[in-house]
């Protein structure tokens, strides 16, 4: 089981880099959409439809992880092939549930695009910057879309990518620390889709000009308190600069959000430019905008940090199914 768990996160992270992400039409997540812009249309005035919606449609989201992930494995257990074919089932369903689930591919490669852009056709990287950064980029200087799509990232690095990485590593403790180590793939499948719901929700709903977006906001801040900080000294560490985090705590704390601010500090810090969004804050205030060399070298420097996440959340998940040995896959 343990040599299962950390399989599925090295075929989730293998898919992510050689597919990049699935078709909008067959993903899973642009389904969750679906019912989370309903009580967005239907409820955008009502705190307590958003308390129901984020108490129930990432539980949803991930019981259907888990439930496929359970389905699978039993049928491949009843069917007439080796013992072990259902084991090899399940192993497969959690890589895809986790697969779609943590992104780091697209990320990297809109935020290239967005900078190669901002030097040739300012307009034509204005327009791809709205796939990272829900901001207004129409009046943007190219200084200014290069340092949003630094910000952008850095935050969805922690949102997107390291959040469900360690989602999965902590449901596959927790069904050995439970005594059901036969759970431990439906479990890091259900908690990596859960936290996934938890941030789309907060992504479509959760701004302040929204009663709705009221709970899902202050839980994707409870929720992204651990992966951002987890992000920022992987930024780090893939910086080897990790005197980084202590210089950036002075500027983690500007933005709003109790979490974003960590890992695109620290992103700041380690390339030496300011990062910028136009009346809300300001990171690094004393150096100049990122040029195109240093946007590319922060890019280069997340996707770094995600391959970091994906083998810190192999081994973590490794030794988490570990801890019970000579069990067999769910039945």
Known sequence: MSAAAAMAVLAAATLDRVVGEPPARVHPVVWLGKPVGYVDRAFTDSRLAGVAAAVLLPVAFAGVAAGVVLAGARAGTASPFSAGFGLAVATALAALVLFVCASLRMLVDVADDV??????????????????????????????????????????????HVAPLLGFAVGAAVAPLAGVPELALPAAAAAAAWVKGV???????????????????????????????????????????????????????????????????????????????????????????????????????????????????????????????????AV
Request: charged fraction near 20%; proline fraction near 6%; avoid cysteine.
């Open 115 to 160: 900078i190669a852009l901002s030097t040739d056709d300012l307009d034509a990287a204005r327009e791809a910057l709205l796939a990272l950064a829900g901001r207004e980029a129409s009046d943007l200087s190219a200084g200014l879309v290069r340092s949003a799509a630094v910000e952008s990232a850095a935050e969805n690095l922690a949102d997107g």
């Open 199 to 329: 941030n789309t929700l907060d992504s479509m709903l959760g701004y302040r000009s929204k009663p709705v977006g009221w709970a899902p906001a202050r839980l994707d801040d409870i929720v992204m308190w651990i992966p951002a900080r987890v992000a920022a000294l992987l930024i780090a560490v893939a910086a080897l600069a990790p005197g980084a985090l202590r210089r950036a705590r002075t500027w983690a704390r500007v933005p709003d959000s109790p979490n974003s601010g960590w890992p695109m500090a620290t992103l700041a810090t380690v390339l030496d430019v300011r990062l910028e969004k136009p009346e809300t804050y300001t990171l690094n205030p004393e150096r100049s905008l990122p040029d195109a060399e240093q946007a590319n070298r922060g890019v280069a420097v997340v996707d770094r940090a995600g391959w970091l996440a994906v083998v810190l959340a192999g081994l973590a998940t490794a030794a988490a199914a570990g801890l019970t040995s000579g069990v067999s896959v």
